[in-house]
């Protein structure tokens, strides 16, 4: 049993191989993000600091969006799963950052677990066949399909990024703060 | 941010976009380009401020982006001396509080934008010669001097990761900032950006 620091978060391995060590820093991350959102009302998730439109909410949601993305459609070349086939994303580009402020804080916490359990037997799946190092499914126009190495790594980079944000967000909410 | 603006970047050649990581390559490809390719990003967002850009707040915290440089160089140099090889942190920290931990942020108000933007990218400078050479050495398996106290070292490769961790948090919170200060926004530098400010 991996042990969870006092946010509930599993500590990355010292020194594990490649793969446990990729999807620790991930699961450390998503972790992150659901402290930050944690116990917090629809105001607090729909706030916002600075100059900045991102919300909290807006985050769990593009989080969702993202994991779907890369996971599903991507590295599988799996048709997008509601709500993002459902979306008009001609009519807005950013629409799950703000479709959020009118979601419930039970719905964006439930789709976006939701969307990391998909993620994590997507990844299983793809590790049972060929590995780190097997290409993407759906490749980009040019051609070109990034591994799920690259994608494992974009992913923990995606959100460590939104997770400064949400630290601000969270802080100019209640004061919460912490690493 | 959309996933859509990856495939984009990717198209460019890497004159263009130096900071690009590999699609298919090794895994020390990767993690070195997913590192490059933050502190990139960070040091577009952190670049061609004054003082009081540098300075700049928002809503309750206290973060600024001139600390955020200062801490970064803090967390290179330690990274790769006393976390890596157990030797000491060296030169211009030995004789700085670089230990405690608000100093860095506090202590950056009272610098000047030429020497914050020196003092990251001095430490960048010799972090990129101690991981290469660490990497020569040993590859990403290779244990480092420090540990969790039971005998357990942590591997190079936990340390990039962690490195990797660390600036995307920070960039996070640079991007809040930066917006504040001019509204500059965006996931990556555009192609062919250079650092304007600095040595």
Redesign the interface.
Known sequence: MTELDDHGRPE?????D?LA??VG?LD??RATLAWKCAGLDATGLDAT????T?TLGGILK?MAY?ED??FSERLHGHDPSPPWAAADWEAD??WEWHSAAADTPEQLRALWQDAVIRSRALVTEAMADGG??R?ARRP???G????L??IL??M??????????????R??VD?E?G? | ???ES??IV??MTESDSPWE?????T?VE??VG?LE??RATFRWKADGLDEAGLQKR????T?TIGGLLKHLAVVEDYMFTIKLSGEPIGEPWDAAEWDEHEWPFTSAAGDTPAQLYALWDGAVARSRARLDAALAEGG?DQ?AHV??GDG????L??LV?DL??????????????R??ID?L?GEDPPPGWRATSGG
């Open positions: 990355p391995p010292l020194g594990g490649e060590t990729l820093f450390y991350q600091v600075g100059r900045s991102m593009h993202v993305y890369w580009r950013d780190l190092g290409p980009w126009d040019n070109t399909a990034p591994s190495r690259w790594v974009h923990i980079e995606e959100y460590a990024r939104h997770n400064g944000h949400a630290d601000l967000l802080e100019s004061g703060t690493e | 941010m959309t996933p990856v495939p990717s198209g990581p590999p699609l298919a390559g895994e990767h993690l997913a390719r933050l928002i809503g309750a915290s973060l990403l244990l540990s969790d357990h070292h942590a591997s490769r936990r990761c990797i961790e660390e600036y995307g948090r920070h960039t996070g919170h640079a991007d809040l900032l917006e504040a509204g926004v």
